[in-house]
């Protein structure tokens, strides 16, 4: 099991950037999938990046794509979502999520895949 801790979250304009990091707790990190999902108020939870457990492939929702930068540093436990260019539309509690049997490629994507959630960091970005 593993338990997962974000933060970095704030209230910024737009056109600024941010970085989110998660923390997670044991020694296996590197046997785990993560991901960072998001959800805005009165919208279901939607996904956000992917990284695949050497951090070799990353996966983008299209609409942050060329803006977020996902990574990891396996050595620190940690998973990081670097946001650039951030818009009023970005504003949403941001969730970091783990999983060991993600496998295929379509399976990055979906929040059903993932079994183990943080406790979310609010970001709010005004006009």
């Known amino acids: 099991q593993v338990q997962l801790v974000e933060s970095g979250g704030g209230l910024v304009q737009a056109g600024a950037s941010l970085r989110l990091s998660c923390v997670a707790s044991g020694r296996t990190f590197s046997s785990y999938v993560m991901g960072w999902f998001r959800q805005a108020p009165g919208k279901e939870r939607e996904f956000v990046a992917a990284?695949?457990?050497?951090?070799?492939?990353?996966y983008y929702a299209d609409s942050v794509k060329g803006r977020f930068t996902i990574s990891r540093d396996n050595a620190k436990n940690t998973v990081y979502l670097q946001m650039n260019s951030l818009k009023p539309e970005d504003t949403a509690v941001y969730y970091c999520?783990?999983?060991?049997?993600?496998?295929?490629?379509?399976?990055?994507?979906?929040?059903?895949?993932?079994?183990?959630w943080g406790q979310g960091t609010q970001v709010t970005v005004s006009s």
């Open positions: 990284i695949s457990r050497p951090g070799i492939s990353t």
């Open positions: 999520a783990a999983d060991r049997e993600v496998y295929r490629s379509s399976d990055y994507y979906s929040q059903y895949e993932y079994d183990y």
